[in-house]
């Protein structure tokens, strides 16, 4: 179930259409969610209190819940602090429906939702070495494809999808194919996993 809650604002139109059945909810109403952790909260931002203020009331109501926070205009210090109060996304409350379908996915399967310069930075910002990628390579090369060992190589190293795309030529849709095959090969849930995994050697 996907409930939706905001002091400011009605169910964004993406969040409609990505999942006709999520209902609006205010603060009190939270404590009545089931306890079995499968419910998303997409909670709406509000500009007048802190992201600590405001998560962990929701924390507090509704303790299993899976928190997707979203904001009018997303930054990287935002996101962090999201992270820090336990949130499992973070994205733009104006996103469209396929980003939501894809943040309630991953959110779903126990993985985090973020967006690539805030991967980034939590991984350093530092590309690895390159003895660390080309033994991480050596080992993928078994399992994927020339195209996917390439694309997995560009993660690594910290490119975003458009970036990948411009430099091999191929359209985004066609790299978020290839990231969705590597992920799904190697085992992972997101590309902060991969970018970890290298970079661990």
């Not at 007048?48 to 929701?58: K, N, R, S």
């Not at 299993?64 to 930054?75: G, T, Y």
């Not at 994205?91 to 429906?97: D, E, F, K, R, Y």
């Not at 970036?163 to 290839?178: D, F, G, L």
Request: hydrophobic fraction near 50%.
């Amino acid at each position: 179930m996907h409930f939706f809650s905001s002091a400011t604002m009605e169910v964004p139109t993406a969040l409609k259409k990505s999942f006709p059945l999520v209902k609006s909810m205010e603060m009190p109403q939270l404590s009545t969610l089931p306890s079995n952790g499968k419910s998303i909260i997409w909670i709406h931002l509000r500009s007048d209190q802190t992201i600590a203020e405001q998560l962990a009331p929701v924390k507090a109501a509704a303790p299993a819940a899976l928190i997707v926070v979203m904001s009018d205009i997303p930054n990287d210090l935002e996101a962090l602090a999201a992270f820090s109060m336990l949130a499992k996304a973070y994205c733009n409350t104006h996103a469209g429906a396929e980003v939501l379908l894809n943040v309630a996915s991953v959110v779903e399967q126990g993985g985090i939702w973020i967006g690539e310069s805030i991967m980034q930075k939590l991984i350093g910002g530092v590309a690895p070495e390159a003895p660390q990628l080309d033994l991480a390579i050596g080992k993928w090369a078994k399992v994927l494809t020339g195209r996917e060992l390439e694309v997995a190589k560009a993660i690594a190293i910290g490119l975003t999808n458009k970036e990948i795309a411009s430099k091999m030529q191929i359209t985004e849709r066609t790299v978020k194919a290839h990231v969705g095959a590597v992920l799904d090969k190697l085992q992972l849930k997101n590309r902060l996993q991969l970018a970890l995994l290298v970079k661990e050697g």
